[in-house]
């Protein structure tokens, strides 16, 4: 049963639940989000009207508690039912104030103690609440790892094809990272790559990598991930202003290493949606390009939190390390795990092929997959 009180004359009304949570919701909110059938299509649910569609002066004329919430509104004179249960879901009447960097609660920040979340390829393509375990964790994690995967050029089109699509680019649908290490002159080591996010220079970013092992036989090379969110928020805690600049103020980034390419992509280091929500990083030595949108004055803080966070990023107590075998790969969300590889050396070759899905689609047949759960479960 849920209590309920008309506020102002109808503009808004205020509902108790038995536990004692109490919430208010206005009238044009209620009117907008009607659950009918004029108001939502059945078979699809779009919304069936326009915010014109609504007259200016909405209010609740009568209401009706219960196990759901009857709402009739003026001056239309329509009446529509509520379930308390969907009342509570879509309540927005919170109170508390959210720090810049707050992040969504499906989201958990770690450091170099977590262990790599991980799932075997074939129980990925044969068992759906593996998969969505998996699927869970990448949105959770922002990696994971797939184990026993086949050793053949192109598999890593199977493991994005398991949740999505993988979105092409001048570098193909998917790309060679190969190098021989000559046995010959071990002068000649793998160079280790610093954590960095992929292609920062493109807009939209890409949002999710496969990076999959088809051979790894020199020594070194492990696969290292820290996380971007973790280290900006450590930024944060250590010294608020070094966040906001890296968050406030535009970096650029560019790639014009090919022929007829000549990508260029304005954002900050730091992403924040305008509420202050934490949404994605952005650090690429190699792709950084001059920096022109920070003021004079505020320029030597800004390579001061610049540098500061790097060094952040590169402490050693941040990183997982891994080192894949083949037939392994790994998927991180590239809006906010950095990916880094350590020098190599020795005989041997390394040779991995990578591919950029998209991660609204990941999300999205994830989400599918729980709402599925759900709705078996009822
Ligand atoms: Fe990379």
């Not at 000549?262 to 001059?290: C, H, K, Q, Y």
Request: aromatic share 10%; with cysteine; hydrophobic share 40%.
């Amino acid at each position: 049963m849920i209590d309920h009180e008309i506020l102002d004359d109808g503009d808004a009304i205020r509902l108790t639940w038995p536990d004692g949570v109490a919430a208010r919701f206005h009238a044009v909110w209620l009117r907008d989000n009607a659950l009918d059938p004029e108001t939502r299509a059945v078979g699809n649910g779009q919304r069936l009207i326009a915010i014109g569609d609504i007259p200016h002066e909405t209010r609740i004329g009568a209401a009706e508690g219960g196990d759901a919430l009857t709402v009739s509104f003026a001056p239309e004179g329509k009446t529509v039912t509520f379930p308390a249960a969907w009342l509570r879901a879509h309540a927005y009447d919170r109170q508390e104030i959210r720090a810049p960097g707050w992040l969504r609660d499906t989201v958990e920040i770690w450091q170099g103690a977590l262990a790599v979340p991980c799932e075997e390829f074939t129980r990925l393509e044969n068992d759906r609440g593996a998969l969505g375990g998996w699927l869970a964790d990448v949105r959770r994690y922002g990696f994971a790892k797939v184990t026993g995967g086949p050793v053949e050029s192109g598999a890593l089109l199977r493991v994005a094809g398991l949740f999505g699509y993988v979105r092409e680019t001048n570098y193909g649908k998917w790309f060679e990272v190969r190098t021989e290490v000559n046995p010959t002159n071990l002068a000649y080591t793998g160079l280790g790559l610093q954590a960095h996010t992929d292609n920062p220079y493109r807009d939209p970013v890409p949002t999710m990598q496969i990076l999959y092992c088809l051979e790894n036989s020199a020594e070194g090379g492990e696969s290292m991930v820290v996380d971007g969110f973790a280290a900006a928020l450590r930024l944060r805690d250590e010294d608020a202003r070094r966040f906001d600049l890296l968050s406030r103020y535009c970096a650029r980034f560019e790639y014009a290493g090919s022929a007829g390419v000549r990508l260029t992509a304005r954002r900050p280091m730091i992403e924040l949606a305008p509420d202050g929500e934490l949404i994605g990083v952005r650090f690429n030595n190699r792709s950084t390009a001059p920096i022109l949108d920070v003021p004079y004055d505020d320029m030597a803080a800004y390579y001061a939190a610049y540098r500061r966070w790097a060094e952040i990023i590169d402490d050693p107590s941040m990183a997982v390390a891994f080192k894949l075998s083949p037939g392994e790969s790994f998927i991180v969300d590239n809006t906010r795990v950095m990916h880094a590889r350590r020098g190599y050396s020795g005989a041997g070759s390394r040779w991995l092929q990578g591919c950029y899905p998209d991660r609204d689609g990941l999300l999205s047949t994830l989400a599918a997959m729980e709402a599925e759960t759900r709705e078996a479960a009822e």
